[in-house]
């Protein structure tokens, strides 16, 4: 019999059941455009009539006449996340559906020969990735070399229901390296699995992918790419317009360090104490990690780009939260008292930066 509680039960379940299959529709949809993305680039500097003069500028390039046409998360730091994508996961090539197949372009790799050529390439079927795992997902176990340890966190995933902070959390608390080594492997994934954040079904609008890929403006729910390239913007203006010396160099700049690429997000040179200063902007809070990858890039400059007459590179640290700012400078094997302090007086104050960074996390809130 039908009562005014099952009514609004039904409702609900209906609800949940339909929000949750949107969800997931889009999710699919956007992680399959990534993918495409990638394969598209991955395609054209192995067969590009013209890949010769693009070089090393391919994905600057490109991401500049992709935000001329207005198509959204396509910044050259994404186009290089989803050559990566294409690269760790090319199985998901057995996911297209006809109609995706009609948009291969001619003259690119038989979708059909790929398909046979990727033999037992992973454990998991690739339908089940699409299915179980958003893209945010994927761009985390993207960022792991090791294909076992990558394949271990997930069917962990999977298994568990993760949210993708809960994959970074156990990402970072070395989970797969404390489980290789633990005497009772069930007993920790139980601790592992028992307090762990699990996703929400439904479809998270303020996803920065989703609501990028729908074409969603709204600045409640303005990107962490979005956001970030305002405020390198305006960094970038505000370090020149200090008057300290600044030359700008490169913004982005992709460095590879061992057969990883890595970006710093804003190089200058300093006509004054005569090194390079990079500059990373994080918006979070402060953790030493951060500070790690800094140094990890200055350490870099220093053994790469110093030249003759040059005094070490420095990096600037910014961080964010709210109305807070915390600027860290990263000083590679500088002893030197005198040294420092000459960087010291040279360098914005800061004072100055603190003050730079929370007016700009205001107008970008407001």
């Not at 013209?50 to 959204?72: H, I």
């Not at 070490?312 to 008292?337: S, W």
Request: proline share 2%; hydrophobic share 40%; net charge negative.
């Amino acid at each position: 019999m039908m009562t005014f509680n099952r009514l609004v039960d039904s409702i609900r379940q209906v609800h949940d059941h339909l929000s949750a299959q949107a969800g997931r529709a889009v999710n699919i949809s956007l992680t399959l455009r990534n993918w495409m993305i990638g394969f598209y680039i991955a395609e054209f500097e192995l067969r590009g009539a013209d890949r010769a003069g693009y070089g090393d500028r391919l994905l600057a390039t490109l991401a500049a006449e992709l935000e001329k046409l207005n198509v959204s998360a396509c910044g050259k730091r994404q186009l290089y996340q989803f050559l990566r994508f294409y690269q760790t996961y090319p199985q998901i090539v057995r996911s297209l559906t006809a109609q995706l197949q009609h948009l291969i372009p001619e003259g690119f790799t038989d979708i059909k020969e790929k398909v046979r050529s990727l033999t037992a390439l992973s454990c998991i079927d690739p339908q089940t990735l699409l299915q179980q795992l958003s893209y945010t997902h994927i761009e985390q176990l993207v960022a792991i070399d090791d294909d076992t340890k990558r394949t271990f966190y997930e069917i962990e995933c999977i298994r568990g229901n993760w949210s993708v902070r809960e994959l970074k959390r156990q990402i970072n608390s070395l989970y797969y390296e404390r489980s290789g080594l633990s005497k009772d492997k069930k007993k920790l994934a139980e601790l592992a699995q028992s307090g762990a954040e699990t996703t929400e079904p439904k479809l998270n609008i303020r996803d920065p992918y989703i609501f990028e890929f729908l074409g969603l403006k709204s600045k409640e729910v303005m990107s962490e790419f979005a956001l970030e390239d305002q405020l390198l913007d305006k960094l970038q203006e505000f370090l020149l317009e200090l008057g300290h010396g600044f030359c700008f160099e490169a913004r982005q700049k992709r460095i590879l360090i061992g057969d990883t690429h890595n970006f710093v997000d804003l190089v200058f040179y300093h006509r004054i104490l005569k090194c390079h200063v990079l500059v990373e902007l994080k918006l979070g809070e402060f953790n030493h990690e951060n500070i790690g990858q800094l140094n990890t890039y200055v350490s870099w400059y220093k053994k790469k780009m110093m030249t003759t007459g040059d005094s070490p590179p420095v990096g600037i640290l910014l961080c964010t939260r709210k109305d807070h700012a915390l600027v860290e400078y990263a000083l590679a094997g500088m002893d030197n008292d005198l040294f420092v302090s000459k960087y010291q007086l040279e360098l914005p104050k800061k004072e100055e930066m603190q003050r730079f960074i929370e007016e700009q996390m205001r107008e970008a809130a407001e």
